[in-house]
Every structure is written in C-alpha cells, then in structure tokens.
C-alpha cells in the first residue's frame, strides 16, 4: 500500500505553503504530492489568499523539489484546450525530470466556472469533451518523433500537428481516472487510465465500482491487472483522541464522523482503516490533508502509520 499526499488548496493556501507540505512529505516518504484543481472555495472557509493554478503550482514544485511525484485529482477538462494541457503537461514532466501524473476528470463545481467565466456545458456534453481530450492528449504523447497528428472530433480537431514537445516518460506520464459513474466513468478508464481512482467513497461503493471497472476492461480485453486501483480519503490521525479532536475541530469536522467516512483515528485505527480497503482492491491511498500548517501530521502518518504498511 502506497500512502499519497492530497492538498485542497483552494480552499486558502500560497505556493509557499504547498511548497512547504511537498517538501516535508518528500523528505518523509510519501509516495508523491498531488493536488486539486479548482478556482473557488469550498464552504465556509475565506479561500484567502485565493486560489492558485494546479499546473502553475506543479510546475513550482518540479524545480523546487527533488524526488516526489506530482499530479493532480483531477484536472477539469472543462479548464483547458488539450492541445496546450499536453504541452503544459509535457513541459513539466521535462521540468521534474520525469515525476508528472495527470489527473484528469469532466469538471462538477458550476459555481467556479460562472466566478471565472468557464463555460461549464451539461454533464453528457462534460463527458463528449474529456473523451475526446483523451484522444488527443494520449494521441499528440503516442506520435512517433518526426511524425505529425491530426484529429477531427466534434468539440476538438486538430490537424497536422508535430505533437510536441514529448514527456520525459515513455509513451507518456501515468493517466489517472475515476468517479462513482456507472457506465462512462469505467468505459473511459478501461480504455485510457493507468489508475482508476475512487474519491472519499466507502468501502462498500469501492467495491461495487472496483466490480463495474474490472467488467468494464474485460468488455475491451485489458487486464485490470494492468491498472493500479486507489481511493481518495480525508485524514485526521492523532496519537490519541485528545490529538484527533484537536485535529478534526482545526478542519471544522467531527471525530466521529471522520471516523465513520474518511481515515481518522490513532495509527492502530488508521492501519485497521487501511487494511479494510486494501481487502478491497486498494493498492494506492491519497490522503486528504485539509490543514497545511500542521506539518507534524505528516511526521505521525509517517513514522507511526507508513512504517507498518
């Protein structure tokens, strides 16, 4: 089981202090730094100083860290045109040596595209859109060197393209897909991710998605062998109750229901937690991390949680 770290930084956070929370899970051990994409808050919260760009941030962070990988959960294809997202994404895969993975989804916060003047279509339009970024994305990555792309899609055309610049990894930086949809959500993934990524769902959902995503490849003739399956999960871990109260009041949530829906507890509870959803399938868990100054949290999951993993 490989532990991830997730930062919400829309919801109030400088570079600096996701550069601070990257460098620390770096020098921990953690297997990479992701973070969302989104440009408006969330609930109560102020958002000050504002939101920051998820590729600008990652972009940062692949000059001023050394070793972590770095993505996003889940860039809104709703944000960007592909041709330049695969430019964008190839230019920090060359800046990180390497370290780069793409998180992509449809978009679902209206709110944010009408205070940034996003178009924001219906959901089955959402849907035609990212299937087609996929197809561009993946096919301007795969063209050979010296070779051109060319595309003619609905939403999307593209025509004689030299379909560059190329990512350092080869045929192209890991894809990660997911969500709680029935039919499109696996078709797509079965087709284009390398990870197929559940967002705060229970053990109970991870399964029956974890089902419909292995049915899914086998309609195509893939191997589900060949993703890695993971779950996004909110984290609230403390030495003892006294640790995870203060934890869980400081990101405005209950113990008990953090208990119930995310990955809260002592390290003991948080391994059990752990273990049930690696029954499931789960190679791979982002953790949410909603609090960025407490870097000690880290330092517990770290030497108290990951140790026994």
Known sequence: MELRIFTEPQQGASYDDLLAVARRAEETGFG???????????????????????????????????????????????????????????????????????????????????????PFPGLGERFDRLAEQLAVITGLWRTPPGETFDFAGKHYQVSDSPALPKPVQRPHPPILLGGMGAKRTPALAARYADEFNLPFVSIADTVTQFGRMRAACQEIGRDPAELTWSNALVLCCGRDDAEVARRAEAIGREPAELRENGLAGTPAEVVDRIGRYAETGTQRIYLQVLDLSDLDHLDLVATEVMRQL
Do not use: C, N
């Open 32 to 118: 990479a730094f992701f973070r969302s994409d989104h440009y408006l808050k969330m609930g109560s919260v102020s958002g000050e100083p504002g939101p920051t760009d998820a590729w600008t941030t990652l972009a940062g962070l692949a000059r001023d860290t050394r070793s972590i990988r770095l993505g996003t959960l889940m860039t809104a294809a709703t944000f960007r045109l592909p041709g330049p997202l695969a430019i964008t994404v190839a230019q920090v895969d060359q800046m990180s040596g390497g370290r780069v993975e793409l998180g992509i989804g449809t978009g679902w916060y209206d709110a944010e595209h009408s205070a940034y003047g996003i």
